[in-house]
């Protein structure tokens, strides 16, 4: 059984995210009306090696003709260097408008084939097939598309939507089990914006799911994506209430980034994860949160076998987060941005936040 979640909004072509098993067998006959000849699919070497050769035939069977282009795993290939291979390789595949580009893999080919089809011939439609659970509850739906620089966090990138988003639960059974608990981090993160319930679910029976519980991981794949795209249907280029979606991201990316993107310390996941941690404990510190729910966050990332405190990530010195942090593309004139909460489901974004009172909470928690 599968189930389509619709995701539209004023600004883009309406297009559907489909969770279920098995689907990677009928990718070629589900994406077959959306491109005429080719599809380039674009993904890492450890993904080609394990899905590659199904994903390939499936598509070839629906009369496509399809292409691996893969890129080295890890975050390391949102880059530049790799931005300008993947395009000249759709160029030399003769790829035109009428073609597509497949983005089979986490969220690092996810972000980087989304902005390679964004830019190639100023625009060609994609579809993305997540296979990391990352992937299949946040960064395939959205279109969002970017790039690292050494300067910061997806600093180079576009709004590109996907025109079908095909994410197979199955796929999930060969993913690393810390790359099960970094996409968990994701999970936890739609809860605690807006669905209180689903976050109690989470922390209880659902926790099964950060271990690999694949009837748990169906449930958090659709509430995620539902609450996703809810939000990104009401405003697509992050003009407001999108933002919602960066909670835990602002001290995130700064952790990320001070650590070079180097995901065998820090996953992307794990830094979401202590970011959350930080936004409740910042927000219980400035009286917008009771202390308790606070405490329940810090449960809840911690049973799922994620970091909850700085000391056990690295060794961080708070005036240069706090330099990372007013880079963050949410910062207005130097001024940091936060997304904080008033309780469990209940995140708001709050603009204007004085530095000093965060660098003091940084050193309060840890930082030098
Ligand atoms: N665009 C967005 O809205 C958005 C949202 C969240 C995160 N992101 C970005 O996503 C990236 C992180 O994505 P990720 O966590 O998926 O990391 P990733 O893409 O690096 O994948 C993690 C690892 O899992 C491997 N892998 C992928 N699928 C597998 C499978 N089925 N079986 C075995 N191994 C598999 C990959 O080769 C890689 O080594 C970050 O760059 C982050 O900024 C973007
Ligand atoms: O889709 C969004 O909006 C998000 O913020 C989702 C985040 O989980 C994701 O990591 C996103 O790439 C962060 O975006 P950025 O604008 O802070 O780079
Ligand atoms: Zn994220």
Redesign the pocket.
Known sequence: MSIPIPVSGAGFQPYEVIVGRGLLASLGSRIAPLARGRAAVVT?E??AA??GPSALSALEAAGLRARLLTVP???GS?SFAELERVLDRLAAFGLDRTDLVIAL???????LAGLAAALYMRGIDFVQVP??L??QV??SV?G??AIDTPRG??LVGAFHQPRLVVADID??S???ER?VR??WA?VLKHGLICDAAFFDWLAGEGAAGASGDPAALERAVVRSVQIKSAIVGEDEKEAGRRALLNLGHTFGHALEAELDFD?TRL???EAVALGCVLAFRYSAAEGFCPTGDAERVVGAVAAAGLPTSLDQVGSFDADALLKRMAGDKKAEGGRLTLVLARGIGEAFVQKGVDRKTVGGFLRAEGAA
Request: no cysteine; hydrophobic share 20%; charged share 20%.
């Open positions: 890492d450890t993904v394990l899905h795993p890890g975050e949102k893999g986490g969220g690092v080919v996810g972000d296979t990391t990352l992937a946040d960064s959205g969002k598309t966090k997806n796929l999930l060969t993913l690393p790359q970094s996409g994701e995901e996953t992307h996941g």
